[in-house]
C-alpha cells in the first residue's frame, strides 16, 4: 500500500516558538492531504487539509505546505501554546491506495 | 448532532470470546472506516466500505470481519480475540466514497482480550 513516513516521532519546544512536522509519501497520485490532532483521551480530529492543485494553505496559526514534485508535506504551527500538546498525525488519500495514516508526533509545549 | 458512536467505549474479555463493536453514524456517509491504534504505530487501517454490501480490506484484516448491511452501521467482530488484539479501536466515516475527504471519528473503543 502506500507508505507514509512522518518525522519527528516527537518534538519539544518552548511555549511561542514554531513546530514543524513533515511527512513523505510514495504514491505520486495521491491528491489530499490532512492533518489531524489528537489530544489526550480523545479521537483525532481534522485541523487542516491540503488538495494537491494548491501548495500552501493557512488557517490562524496551522499551515500545510505541499511539495507535489518531491513527494512531501509539512505542517508548520507558530507561536505554540500549550493547548496545542497533542499527538498530530499526517495522512494521505487519492491515488491508488486507501487513507494511509503516518504514525504520528507527539508534540509538547512547554509553559 | 452529527456524530459516529461506537459501542462499547471499554471492553475487557478473554480469548476466544467473540465479540462486537458497533459503529453507527447519522451523517449519511458513503465511506466508513474501521482503525487500530497502538502505540508508536499510529493508526492502521483494518477494514473499510465504500456502500452498503461493498467491504474490503485495510492493512491489518486479520482477524477481523465487518458486514454492511444498511449505510449508517458499520460493525466490527472478532470471532476469536487473541491477547494481540488488545487495542484501541477507532471508527470513521466520510462523506467521500474513498474516504478524500476529512474523516469523522468515533470516541474510540478500547479493548483488553486476556
Known amino acids: 500500500g502506500e507508505n507514509v513516513e512522518q518525522h519527528p516521532s516527537t518534538l519539544s519546544v518552548q511555549e511561542g516558538d514554531s513546530a514543524v512536522i513533515k511527512c513523505t509519501y510514495s504514491?505520486?497520485?495521491?491528491?489530499?492531504f490532512p492533518w489531524y490532532k489528537q489530544e489526550l483521551g480523545k479521537r483525532p480530529q481534522l485541523i487542516i487539509d491540503?488538495?494537491?492543485?494548491?501548495g500552501e494553505k493557512k488557517d490562524q496559526r496551522i499551515a500545510v505546505t505541499l511539495n507535489k514534485t518531491a513527494k512531501h508535506f509539512s505542517l508548520h504551527i507558530t507561536e505554540t501554546q500549550p493547548e496545542d500538546s497533542a499527538v498530530y498525525f499526517c495522512a494521505v488519500a487519492g491515488g491508488s491506495y486507501i487513507p494511509t495514516f503516518g504514525r504520528g508526533t507527539s508534540l509538547i509545549v512547554h509553559p | 448532532e452529527a456524530q459516529v458512536t461506537q459501542n462499547p467505549r471499554y471492553l475487557i474479555t478473554v480469548t476466544g470470546k467473540k465479540l462486537t463493536v458497533t459503529c453507527s453514524q447519522n451523517m449519511n456517509h458513503e465511506y466508513m472506516s474501521w482503525y487500530r491504534q497502538d502505540p508508536g504505530l499510529g493508526l492502521r487501517q483494518i477494514y473499510y466500505?465504500?456502500?452498503?454490501?461493498?467491504?474490503d480490506k485495510g492493512d491489518v484484516p486479520e482477524g477481523y470481519k465487518v458486514s454492511r448491511k444498511e449505510k449508517r452501521n458499520f460493525p466490527l467482530i472478532l470471532e476469536s480475540p487473541s491477547p494481540n488484539q488488545t487495542s484501541l479501536y477507532f471508527c470513521?466515516?466520510?462523506?467521500?466514497?474513498?474516504?478524500?475527504?476529512?474523516?469523522?471519528f468515533g470516541e474510540g473503543s478500547r479493548l483488553t482480550v486476556l
Open positions: 470513521a466515516s466520510s462523506l467521500n466514497i474513498l474516504g478524500e475527504g476529512e474523516l469523522f
Open positions: 491540503i488538495r494537491s492543485n494548491v
Open positions: 466500505s465504500m456502500n452498503v454490501e461493498v467491504t
Open positions: 504514491d505520486s497520485a495521491s491528491n489530499y
